[in-house]
């Protein structure tokens, strides 16, 4: 019974990393998705035949394609509950007054509703819908990074957006990721804001690192950083993360678990 329910398990987080990739891109195939996860082509296949047959994804030839209009909502409530948790504490740690970096994702859209209870703070985002959440929040300035508008993920992109921040410091960063390792790091399914994350990261004095307990562990296409480049790690607790946790608390970075 353990064995079966310890599969199911894998399985689920498999799939939600799946949903996640398509979020973040509008295709992909079964080989990276292969290579990232580790598992058979075979399994991967039989992931793609399970979430398409529940209206989350559309299978093409040699891996999948997103549905329209209905990842994005999947990620943001996938973890629901614990990514509030996680973006509250996050929020404890902002002062008033403070300018905060606001990268993208679900995780981060959370943080950004925390943030609307602190007074006087100046939020800096390439996110559209964080843009869009934060126009009704006269005690938050918000300033918008404009550049190509990448249509699928609601963010712009290009040298237009990196040059920008290149005017900015910002006290504190907050920043999702799709995997965190102790070998590879911080790593991202998003290519196409690799470079703005990186440059985040430059231009931020306390960087902040908000990701539930399914990223632990996992290694995902683009890294971004060492995680000794982070100051904090924002998580939900999970037993099986315990020992990966202590194990980055000895790098000297503050891992807090809601």
Do not use: W
């Amino acid at each position: 019974m353990q064995t079966k329910q310890s599969e199911e398990k894998r399985s689920t987080l498999r799939r939600n990393a799946i949903l996640e990739a398509l979020d973040l891109a509008n295709s992909i195939k079964v080989s990276t998705l292969s290579n990232d996860l580790h598992v058979s082509e075979v399994t991967i296949r039989k992931d793609l035949e399970y979430l398409e047959a529940e209206g989350l994804l559309v299978k093409i030839h040699g891996g999948a394609r997103k549905c329209e209009n209905t990842s994005s909502e999947i990620r943001l409530h996938h973890k629901q509950a614990e990514k509030k948790q996680i973006a509250e504490a996050a929020a404890a740690l902002v002062k008033e007054g403070d300018f905060i970096f606001l990268s993208v994702g679900s995780t981060c859209s959370y943080v950004c509703e925390a943030l609307k209870a602190i007074q006087n703070l100046t939020i800096v985002t390439n996110s559209v819908s964080i843009m869009n959440s934060l126009l009704l929040s006269p005690s938050i300035t918000t300033f918008f990074l404009g550049g190509k508008v990448h249509t699928e993920m609601q963010i712009t992109v290009g040298d237009d957006v990196l040059e920008q921040l290149d005017k900015y410091t910002a006290d504190k960063l907050f920043l999702g990721m799709d995997g965190i390792d102790l070998k590879m790091g911080a790593t991202t399914y998003n290519h196409v804001e690799d470079a703005i994350m990186r440059k985040m990261m430059q231009r931020a004095k306390e960087k902040i690192l908000v990701v539930d307990d399914s990223k632990f562990g996992r290694v995902t296409f683009a890294k971004i950083a060492n995680l000794t480049d982070f100051d904090t790690i924002v998580t939900n607790y999970n037993k099986r993360n315990e020992e990966m946790i202590e194990q980055i608390r000895a790098l000297n970075i503050n891992v807090i678990c809601t």
